[in-house]
């Protein structure tokens, strides 16, 4: 038999936790308080990202309504320089036909002479190739003459200095070309100088209108009497 010392009572075996081998108790104690402190800090944490979102969403609206303005500034101001480029292109071909125009009318007084000695039979020699290569050279650059003897007069491209009356014409015509007129493109820079005749105030009506007049009297008639 086994002697029991005496003094010495033995204590029951407490089992371990399962899944938690060799934890004590105070040790879940200890962790059961510390997640029950943690706890009520979720709740602040989580306010405080939802303040950080809305500030971040407001940052970016202001950042897009700037982004538009700044759009809408630059296309403003690509609309102002296209304008100001078309103006300045418009400007300088405006400035460019006003030169050549001041020198071309310089020129008219050599082109009058050159058309009169052709006229006359004088344009012979070098100074027809001079004058040839001279017309040639103002056409290029745009001038062209009008005016011809029988077309119908325009007070807004011709200059009337002298006035007839004919029997020949229905109408205001140039008879007469005294001067020709020059222009560049739609621009006249000077008129036609010519000599028009108007229909002849009452002139009587020819012999094939008394006919007709006969004819027609005739017919109301009711035909020529008969003899």
């Known amino acids: 038999?086994?002697?029991?010392?005496?003094?010495?009572?033995?204590?029951?075996?407490?089992?371990?936790?399962?899944?938690?081998?060799?934890?004590?108790?105070?040790?879940?104690?200890?962790?059961?308080?510390?997640?029950?402190?943690?706890?009520?800090?979720?709740?602040?944490?989580?306010?405080?990202?939802?303040?950080?979102?809305?500030?971040?969403?407001?940052?970016?609206?202001?950042?897009?309504?700037?982004?538009?303005?700044?759009?809408?500034?630059?296309?403003?101001?690509?609309?102002?320089?296209?304008?100001?480029?078309?103006?300045?292109?418009?400007?300088?071909?405006?400035?460019?036909?006003?030169?050549?125009?001041?020198?071309?009318?310089?020129?008219?007084?050599?082109?009058?002479?050159?058309?009169?000695?052709?006229?006359?039979?004088?344009?012979?020699?070098?100074f027809k190739s001079v004058a040839e290569s001279l017309e040639t050279v103002v056409a290029k650059m745009g001038l062209q003459q009008f005016g011809k003897e029988g077309e119908a007069f325009d007070p807004t491209v011709h200059e009337a200095l002298m006035h007839s009356y004919s029997p020949d014409v229905t109408e205001t015509t140039c008879v007469q070309i005294l001067q020709p007129g020059y222009r560049i493109g739609e621009r006249t820079i000077r008129p036609a100088r010519v000599g028009v005749a108007e229909p002849q105030p009452g002139a009587q009506p020819g012999k094939g209108e008394d006919q007709q007049a006969e004819t027609a009297a005739d017919e109301e008639s009711g035909g020529p009497e008969q003899g």
């Open 1 to 126: 038999m086994t002697e029991e010392t005496p003094g010495f009572e033995q204590e029951p075996d407490v089992p371990a936790e399962p899944g938690k081998p060799g934890e004590q108790p105070g040790d879940a104690a200890q962790a059961s308080g510390a997640a029950e402190e943690a706890a009520p800090e979720a709740g602040p944490g989580a306010s405080g990202d939802a303040e950080r979102v809305a500030a971040l969403t407001a940052q970016l609206d202001q950042t897009r309504t700037a982004l538009n303005e700044r759009t809408q500034d630059l296309q403003r101001l690509q609309a102002e320089f296209s304008n100001y480029r078309r103006r300045v292109e418009r400007d300088r071909v405006a400035v460019k036909e006003v030169a050549i125009a001041n020198v071309l009318t310089e020129l008219l007084p050599v082109l009058d002479d050159i058309g009169r000695a052709r006229d006359h039979g004088e344009l012979v020699g070098g």
